[in-house]
């Protein structure tokens, strides 16, 4: 069982970038999955969800209007689209599982 996000980096404020996620070694196309963040000096943040078959999403109000979670069940990929990012956006992100299985994480940092 494995998930592994790629796609981080760093970016100036109001930037953009795209996460994936690649999922193997269980039946992705049936489990919920989340973005998550962890930034530091602060606790675990819940960024975005969506279902199985990728027809319901959730975004915290912090990336509202700004994040796009996606996902192809064909690929056993996760996505997250990040646009208008901002300095607080600075964090790893992490794609993870309901029952809190998560990759290794992708920074993310935005500064001028």
């Known amino acids: 069982v494995q998930l592994v996000e790629s796609g ?3 970016v100036q404020p109001a930037g953009s970038l795209r996460l994936s996620c690649a999922a193997s070694g269980f039946p992705f196309r049936h489990f919920y999955m989340n ?3 962890h930034a530091p000096g602060k606790g675990l943040e ?3 969800g969506v ?3 990728g027809l319901s999403t959730y ?12 996902r192809d ?6 996505y997250l689209q990040l646009n208008s990012l ?3 956006d600075t964090a790893m992100y992490y794609c993870a599982r ?15």
Do not use: C
């Not at 975004?59 to 996606?70: C, E, N, Q």
């Not at 069940?73 to 996760?78: H, R």
């Open 46 to 48: 819940r960024v975005s």
């Open 59 to 70: 975004y915290a109000d912090s990336v509202k209007g700004r994040f796009t979670i996606s």
């Open 35 to 37: 973005w998550v963040r």
């Open 86 to 88: 901002k300095t607080e």
């Open 73 to 78: 069940n064909a690929k056993n990929t996760l």
């Open 98 to 112: 309901l029952d809190g299985m998560r990759g290794q994480g992708t920074q993310v940092t935005v500064s001028s």
């Open 51 to 53: 279902t199985s078959g």
């Open 8 to 10: 981080g980096g760093l």
